[in-house]
């Protein structure tokens, strides 16, 4: 059974963390809206940045409405994407579309630039211009660089040939974005199950049956896992004045010590969570808790929450029109993982898998950090008035 987050009943989570957990002061727990009040959990802080969205121009104001539905004073819409689903479009495209759609509202939604990979296939000239084409984009407003997953797993160059993460034709991109002050987003690889054999002993076979496209299983045509993640650090590391946010918890929620080692190399390295919460929370809740204590400056909230122009998707799962009431209850999901130490409750995500999460309520000014100060000072939120 799955009982609502009191707004009194938010507790800290005080057997394990070498930091030592305080009890949550009520003073901290303060509602976004007063009028809000009877149907919101307390977040801690009162305010949340979403680091990681999706919205396109025909969802601008639905977007807006759920994130004041649930204290999201801020949304990082994390790649220009648009179009219908399934008939998406990136690039310039789609770029230009949404940064002219969120044009009025500077102070609550921010958007990456993301190139169309395809291009360095079909254009000679993509690597040549690829800088030029990021530095019209942040002019525009872009205010980080968002790289799809393609890149290392399927985006090809001219000649046919698979385009490593580390490609040194790359390096002109990256060096602008230093140049240009931005942060650089990559999302590398997919979950692990995404590479394992496409049947039904999958794990991910919900997912992988609606969606056989996410398999890189066929290793004749996709490099493994490590790989992607060995090229992907290989930049981090190469650009060091660059901020980095690896999506997905890195890609590697399914190994937490392995992401805290690329933390405590790269410091110029940080993580979101988007559509994670599930795979999170199948490690146990005082690992999760011990993870996201360490490192408590180097996390961002972040949902995977995508207001497509057709329907919506909340994080992983079916696209269709949710109502308000069952996007509140897609981030309570949230709030109660990482506020409270409630036991054996449904994922945000169940698509991703049938299995039960515990919280691990963590400190709260550690969730302060995680919903709102580490995003907003990675993405230099105070040049907007975001409040
Ligand atoms: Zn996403």
């Not at 525009?140 to 385009?163: P, R, S, Y």
């Not at 890189?216 to 992907?232: C, E, G, R, S």
Request: charged letters at 25%.
């Amino acid at each position: 059974m799955t009982a609502l987050i009191h707004p009194c009943g938010v507790k800290a989570y005080t057997s394990v963390g070498s930091m030592g957990a305080a009890a949550i002061s009520l003073a901290s727990l303060t509602d976004c809206s007063p009028g809000q009040a009877k149907q919101n959990s307390r977040i801690a802080g009162g305010r949340v940045i979403d680091a990681h969205i999706h919205v396109t121009p025909a969802k601008v104001k639905k977007a807006l409405e759920v994130m004041d539905d649930n204290c999201i004073k801020y949304g990082v819409i994390i790649a220009s994407i648009s179009g219908d689903d399934p008939n998406q479009y990136v690039g310039d495209k789609a770029f230009y579309e949404i940064i002219d759609s969120i044009k009025p509202y500077k102070n609550r939604l921010g958007l990456h630039y993301t190139f169309d990979w395809s291009l360095a296939e079909t254009d000679p000239d993509f690597f040549r211009n690829a800088p030029d084409m990021l530095k019209k984009a942040v002019n525009a407003g872009a205010i980080a660089l968002k790289n799809l997953k393609q890149l290392g797993l399927e985006a090809k160059d001219h000649e046919g040939k698979l385009i490593t993460i580390d490609d040194p034709r790359l390096f002109p991109i990256w060096e602008r974005a230093e140049k240009l002050g931005i942060p650089v987003a990559f999302h590398t690889g997919d979950p692990v199950a995404f590479f394992e054999p496409w049947n039904s002993e999958n794990e991910r076979w919900d997912e992988l049956k609606l969606h056989p496209e996410w398999s890189f299983a066929d290793k004749n045509k996709y490099p493994p896992l490590d790989t992607l993640f060995n090229q992907v650090n290989n930049v981090y590391r190469k650009f060091s004045n660059i901020q980095f946010v690896a999506v997905h918890v890195g890609g590697y929620s399914e190994n937490l010590k392995e992401v805290g080692k690329w933390l405590d190399e790269i410091p110029n390295l940080s993580l979101d969570t988007a559509a994670r919460i599930g795979e999170l929370g199948k490690h146990p809740a005082s690992e999760g808790h011990d993870f996201f204590t360490k490192y408590q400056d180097r996390i961002m909230f972040g949902t995977d929450m995508a207001y497509w122009n057709g329907c919506d998707v909340q994080g992983a799962g079916p696209c269709k029109n949710f109502t308000l009431e069952e996007d509140h209850k897609f981030y309570e999901i949230h709030w109660k993982y990482f506020q409270t130490v409630d036991k054996q409750f449904d994922h945000p995500t169940p698509i991703q898998g049938k299995w039960k999460i515990d919280g691990i309520g963590l400190d709260p000014a550690v969730l302060k950090k995680i919903y709102w100060d580490n995003a907003y000072k990675f993405y230099k939120l105070d040049r907007f008035g975001v409040a």
